[in-house]
């Protein structure tokens, strides 16, 4: 029998603490996606001994073989015909085969690749835009048209071509692929890599965070990593420092062990609990072709640099308003767990009513009030949010929230039942981030959702195309059963 081993890793949203979360002393509030990166790992008889071929079938020629040396020292090496490079891949294989012979001994995993290694990785289809897809298949642009798209389906270009979403496919990516090694070598257990603060999912985490540093070159904030491993929570980074040794072409496999070890303390990001309150759902939409986001955080650190009294106000309030919507989230969902009735019954009442209107009521129930008024707050604080991003591109002449995102922002969170939305990430031209009610059993006309998916359908000031995600109740990355996936077997197998 074939010894199958599927590890998936969900993408991810920063709602809040954009450019923030670079610096240790901010929190980032960070949503991990329902869209996942799977990789499929098959320990095959037709390939010879110490091989490994990856593939990824959404793509043209995107098939990469290397070669697994064990002498002089553990080595992946890169077969001179393969038509392309992929750095992420390569570089992932290669410090991951050098940490499991590290951890378990050369004899072990020269025994697991007895059988030469299958690799397939594909990416949930909100990765990449589907905007020319819906159109070559005459499809609108609705939540309900994306579910008609085959999952996992062919991108019809070259990897180098395709257009992305921003959910993080580079750090889902490596996570899936990292942490699915680590399981098929049996250097960490499937078992122990599902518990929520477990030895191997930090081991996991670190490995896939410093394998994400070197293929990007820098040293980012980590969080897009951090949710593809600990899925939805608040962020606070780690310092760079911790991996420094090992980011130089020097470094030694025998570092590999104790610096990424889970026990190093100098993994000193942090991670606290969250999670979107019950009844609303996140709703994503590729914008437009954009922007360049090492550009857009270059200047933006820069003008702090330069204008560090200025730039300290600005975040000061800024990590204010992003601690409190945070918190504010968090709370609605305790008083959901308080009070599912009077919480569903709110919920439904805010859903027919634009944002300015839910606390005009006098006559609302004294039950249902408190509630209304936390999501009236959560609504007030995403605008304040949305203000200071702006500042902060306006100060440092770089379009976090452009005017034309504002103009779309605004059309949406005027709209009854939207609680809040905003730029994601670094901001910029391509994707925007909305939070709305999401009751049950709601009558057509008066969702949310759907009064959502039609302005977008029918803006006519930019193109505006949705992404299925919501946000994942899976927690993180996780171990999956081939057969358990809709359409992942099909993507998966050799045509
Ligand atoms: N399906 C895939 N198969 C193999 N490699 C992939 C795949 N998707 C992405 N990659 C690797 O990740 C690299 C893209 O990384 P990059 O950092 O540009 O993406 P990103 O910024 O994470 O994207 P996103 O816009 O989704 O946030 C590609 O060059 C490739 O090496
Ligand atoms: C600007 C920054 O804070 C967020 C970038 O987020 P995104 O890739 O746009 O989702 C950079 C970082 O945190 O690494």
Request: proline letters at 6%.
């Amino acid at each position: 029998m074939v010894r199958t081993t599927v590890v998936s890793a969900p993408g991810k949203v920063l709602i809040a603490g954009g450019y923030l979360v670079l610096d240790p002393a901010y929190p980032g509030t960070v949503v991990s996606t329902s869209s996942r990166f799977y990789t499929v790992i098959q320990s095959q008889e037709f390939l010879s001994k110490n091989s490994i071929r990856v593939r990824s079938p959404q793509f043209l020629e995107a098939t990469w073989s290397y070669s697994v040396l064990f002498e002089p020292a553990v080595a992946v090496e890169a077969s001179p015909e393969n038509s392309s490079k992929n750095k992420f891949v390569h570089l992932a294989l290669q410090k991951t085969i050098a940490l499991a012979v590290e951890l378990r001994g050369a004899a072990q995993i020269q025994e697991a690749l007895t059988h030469g290694f299958d690799i397939a990785i594909v990416g949930d289809n909100d990765f990449y835009s589907q905007r020319a897809k819906l159109e070559s298949l005459g499809l609108p642009r609705t939540l309900d048209s994306l579910t008609q798209i085959t999952p996992f389906c062919a991108t019809e270009v070259h990897l180098s071509d395709v257009h992305k979403t921003g959910l993080g496919s580079s750090a889902a990516l490596i996570t899936s692929l990292t942490s699915a090694i680590l399981v098929h070598l049996s250097v960490i257990s499937e078992s122990s890599l599902a518990e929520d603060d477990s030895r191997d999912r930090r081991q996991a985490h670190n490995l896939a965070q410093y394998v994400h540093c070197l293929a990007q070159g820098k040293v980012g904030s980590g969080f897009d990593v951090s949710a593809a491993v600990f899925g939805s929570h608040l962020y606070s980074r780690f310092d760079p420092a911790v991996i420094q040794d090992l980011m130089s072409d020097d470094a030694l496999p025998s570092q590999l062990p104790s610096v990424l070890s889970p026990s190093n303390a100098a993994w000193n990001y942090r991670i606290e609990q969250f999670k979107l309150p019950p009844l609303t759902r996140i709703m994503l939409a590729d914008v437009d072709a954009g922007s360049d986001t090492p550009s857009l955080v270059g200047k933006v650190l820069k003008w702090r640099k330069e204008n560090s009294t200025e730039a300290e106000a600005l975040w000061t309030n800024l990590d204010q308003q992003n601690q409190s919507l945070a918190q504010t989230l968090l709370h609605l969902g305790k008083l959901a767990e308080d009070d599912h009735e009077n919480y569903a019954s709110a919920v439904k009442y805010i859903c027919s009513l634009q944002p300015v209107q839910w606390v005009a009521n006098p006559l609302q129930p004294t039950s249902e009030r408190p509630i209304i008024t936390a999501f009236y707050e959560a609504h007030r604080i995403c605008e304040a949010i949305r203000g200071k991003m702006r500042e902060m591109g306006n100060l440092s002449g770089v379009p976090i929230e452009p005017v034309e995102q504002t103009t779309l922002l605004d059309a949406c969170v005027s709209q009854a039942g939207v609680i809040g939305g905003g730029v994601p990430g670094a901001g910029g031209y391509d994707a925007i981030w909305l939070l709305v009610c999401d009751p049950p059993s709601c009558a057509p006309d008066q969702s949310p959702l759907e009064r959502i998916e039609h302005l977008w359908s029918h803006y006519e000031k930019l193109d505006v195309s949705p992404l299925s995600a919501q946000e994942s109740m899976a927690k993180g990355v996780r171990v999956e059963a081939l057969d358990d996936v809709p359409g992942l077997k099909n993507a998966i197998s050799v045509s």
